[in-house]
């Protein structure tokens, strides 16, 4: 193991993935009055979390947050792939962060939907989502010569 290898991108990448995984046990979500509910969570001032209220989502952004640690195992162990190191970290990132938002912009769990507010965890989530993106990207812009199209050895 040559833990010399690491770049300073799977470092933030693996900073950013620590900070999502902690975002998912966080409270995502305050209810505003009596009538508001997520699940089994109902009333006034309660907070859900993205583990409590997101059924299938919050493996998803788990596997999201494991990706960069990941990606840092296969460099130190200097793996061969076929594809140039922090590039499916990227999409995973890309992936969790539009997922992120969908879920606390656009598409809120629970009802009524305008009685149910974001809370912090849902920008610590944000922040590491954005920040496995930006470590995931700076690891592979640093891919050596040219690229080449698909099929050309």
């Known amino acids: 193991m040559h833990f010399g290898k690491l770049s300073r991108g799977e470092l933030i990448a693996i900073i950013g993935g620590v900070i999502l995984g902690i975002g998912v046990f966080l ?47 296969i460099v130190v162990r200097d793996h061969a792939l076929s594809w140039p190191r922090g590039e499916l970290t990227a999409v995973v990132g890309i992936t969790a962060l539009t997922l992120i938002v969908v879920r606390g ?12 507010s974001l809370s912090y965890g849902w920008w610590v989530a944000l922040a590491g989502a954005a920040t496995v993106c930006i470590g995931s990207v700076l690891r592979a812009s640093k891919q050596s010569g040219p690229r080449k199209p698909p099929g050309v050895l």
Do not use: C, Q, T
């Open 27 to 73: 409270a995502w979500y305050s209810l505003g009055n009596k009538f508001a509910h997520i699940d089994k969570f109902k009333g006034s001032g309660k907070e859900v979390s993205a583990w409590d209220g997101l059924k299938m989502m919050r493996f998803i952004l788990l596997a999201a947050a494991v990706a960069p640690l990941i990606l840092a195992y």
């Open 105 to 116: 912009l656009v598409i809120k769990p629970g009802s009524p939907a305008g009685e149910i």
